[in-house]
């Protein structure tokens, strides 16, 4: 199929999306969305969705803000990166501890706020609930959670550029943005 009907499906998806609002499970006023700035060949809008029952919100909007990958991924622990964490959004995977501990490390380590990806690389389109993980802690920063895809993704192409962080805008407001230009990342099926 040519290129422009793609779009035109992932626009009329998108469409019956913001259109309907099912009785149950995830509803569009629940997703929240980012665009990558840099680097230029993932300048995509993605999709993330908050974490259910702990963290923040965002009430500042970001229109350059770093998107730095933990390093060790999981961010179950000390960070060899945490400097570059403080005062920027972290990008973490999946697995190894809670979500909630992860958040926590990011926290600790200064960061606004953290972007939780799959660790499922060939996850496209199933979102994951992230909860309380029944420790009584708390967490002030808000956690996103990323498919797995996505975030495989944007930590290949900075491997590929050699770079330590992408620059992001977040949250971004697509209801401003005509369907037809929005830039969605062309391996997720809105």
């Not at 993330?48 to 390093?71: C, E, M, S």
């Not at 964490?85 to 979500?99: K, M, N, P, T």
């Not at 962080?165 to 990342?185: F, L």
Request: proline fraction near 7%; charged fraction near 20%.
């Amino acid at each position: 199929a040519a290129p422009g009907a793609a779009m035109l499906r992932r626009s009329l998806w998108l469409c019956l999306c913001l259109c309907s609002c099912p009785a149950r499970g995830l509803r569009i006023h629940e997703y929240l969305y980012f665009q990558v700035l840099s680097p230029g060949d993932i300048r995509y809008i993605f999709t993330a969705t908050p974490a259910k029952d702990f963290g923040g919100v965002f009430n500042t909007r970001y229109d350059q803000i770093h998107l730095v990958p933990a390093d060790p991924p999981e961010a179950c622990g000390e960070l060899n990166n945490g400097v570059f964490i403080q005062d920027q959004i972290a990008l973490v995977e999946r697995g190894g501890c809670s979500f909630l501990s992860k958040t926590r490390v990011i926290q600790e380590h200064g960061g606004r706020a953290v972007i939780i990806a799959d660790n499922a690389y060939d996850n496209d389109s199933f979102y994951i609930e992230m909860i309380q993980d029944s420790t009584r802690r708390t967490a002030d920063i808000p956690a996103l959670f990323l498919l797995g895809r996505d975030g495989y993704m944007i930590r290949r192409s900075l491997e590929q550029h050699g770079l330590p962080w992408a620059v992001i805008s977040i949250p971004v407001n697509i209801t401003s943005i005509p369907t037809y230009e929005m830039m969605q990342p062309p391996w997720t099926f809105w």
